[in-house]
């Protein structure tokens, strides 16, 4: 990529929704550019968008707080797909080998046939792993091996066919983006927080969130299993609220007060909050405890269900913005019987920025950056540029910084040129001169089901 081009990414959060803007060297060190985060509010539930007119107006403030910090045009981005449907699905072929040699066009056939593949009430969104074996041996790099016959076994993103549909019209439609590729977000999270060894001994990934927790367990080097688990940081969040608190100071003393493991601290806090009843914190951590015991059960049994349980030699790695509860390492390793580790970005891929590289909120948001390829600097038609130009000046002296050219969002449409030229033909500027500005403001508040 030319030092003139960048990679932008949305991340999708159930708390946060997330962008930053990078640039890859041809090592595949990220150099950090632009970094923003908004609130979701309602937008997104586990991880899929419910409220497609809030999420494209979210998405639009950050990509305008994104390009008011870049100096530069966004025109295309990456963004993230999750989802409580997504997992592992398992897709095996099989080919003889013609020539007594595997070519490189054999395992492109094997990789199309699964890509091809389409399960019954779900769709194939990545191919994660492949593991390859000739004449029944496993064999790590099969192009040029010797043998009568390959199969190829596949793990294969799959989830609810309709995961992308409100993506589409929350950014396409509402803000005029171009999406570039959707990336898999435990893919994401997992490709800059863990190491070879850590994939080769075997190991548990959890990438806690606000709205759902991710579980891929990985073996020799393969993702074996992954699959989301319907509970999150907001659901501790939830559980407080019981304790008659607003969502907002529950969100605080689970921040500042919430520990997956007691200590000796004393057992009341005098409430920061007026008109609030002192904090029990004892209270407060039983709550906190209980929610945690029925997602660890729930981490439990798929570990036992991936075939790796007590094989996994590299422990249990976490990350996530949840990830973040006090002694949560202490509670999971206490309960599942295993070494435990924090993870965030990992030094050696991040050169820059290291408030966001230690900040296991962004790990999914960084590792995006690695899949990303395609240039999502906007790149202006030269007409448009030269006439366009006094509306930018003008617009960054404002408080929204770069103006929304023409096609990025139904605001474009308010600032043509023709009112002008129609001062000159004042019978014609009380019919329509007004009610022009209007049009093409209206967009359907679209009601899906979110990921339950």
Excluded at 124 to 139: G, S
């Amino acid at each position: 990529m030319t030092q003139s081009g960048f990679i932008a990414v949305i991340d999708l959060g159930s708390s946060k929704i997330k962008g930053v803007v990078g640039r890859k060297n041809e090592n595949g060190v990220l150099s950090i550019l632009a970094s923003s985060s908004i609130d979701s509010g309602s937008s997104i539930r586990r991880g899929m968008v419910y409220n497609i007119e809030q999420a494209g107006a979210n998405v639009q403030k950050l990509i305008v707080m994104l390009e008011n910090s870049l100096e530069r045009r966004i025109g295309k981005v990456y963004v993230s797909l999750s989802g409580q449907s997504l997992h592992t699905m398992e897709f095996s072929e099989m080919l003889r080998i013609s020539s007594g040699m595997v070519t490189e066009e054999e395992v492109s056939r094997l990789r199309k046939s699964a890509e091809k593949f389409q399960p019954e009430l779900k769709r194939n969104y990545r191919i994660a792993d492949v593991e390859y074996y000739i004449d029944d041996k496993p064999e790590p790099s099969p192009i040029g091996v010797t043998g009568s016959e390959i199969e190829a076994g596949f793990k294969v993103i799959v989830g609810r066919p309709n995961l992308l549909v409100n993506i589409e019209k929350s950014i396409t439609a509402k803000t005029g983006l171009e999406i570039a590729d959707y990336i898999v977000g435990p893919m994401a999270s997992a490709a800059i927080a863990l190491n070879d060894e850590e994939k080769e001994l075997g190991c548990a990934f959890l990438d806690f969130g606000a709205g759902t927790t991710t579980l891929s367990v990985y073996k020799g080097g393969i993702l074996r299993r992954m699959v989301v688990i319907p509970f999150g940081g907001k659901n501790l969040t939830k559980d407080i609220c019981a304790l008659n608190f607003t969502e907002n100071d529950a969100e605080q003393l689970k921040i500042k007060f919430g520990k997956a493991f007691e200590s000796q601290d004393g057992p009341m806090f005098m409430s920061p909050f007026s008109s609030k009843p002192d904090v029990d914190l004892t209270e407060l951590n039983k709550v906190v405890g209980m929610r945690l015991d029925e997602i660890t059960a729930n981490i439990k049994e798929q570990i036992v269900l991936s075939g790796y349980d007590g094989q996994l030699g590299a422990g249990l790695i976490i990350t996530g913005g949840a990830s973040q509860l006090k002694n949560l390492d202490l509670y999971l390793t206490q309960k599942l019987k295993m070494p435990v580790r924090r993870a965030s970005a990992k030094k050696t891929l991040v050169n820059n920025s290291p408030d966001l590289m230690h900040d296991p909120a962004f790990t999914q948001t960084l590792g995006m950056l690695l899949f990303g390829e395609a240039n999502c600097e906007m790149v202006k038609p030269e007409p448009i540029e030269s006439e366009e130009e006094d509306h930018g000046n003008s617009s960054r002296s404002g408080s929204s910084g770069w103006f929304i050219p023409k096609g990025r969002n139904s605001r474009s449409e308010k600032k043509p040129r023709p009112p002008k030229e129609k001062k000159s033909k004042p019978e014609k500027e009380e019919g329509t001169g007004f009610f022009s500005k209007v049009e093409g403001m209206f967009g359907g508040l679209f009601s899906e089901e979110d990921d339950e």
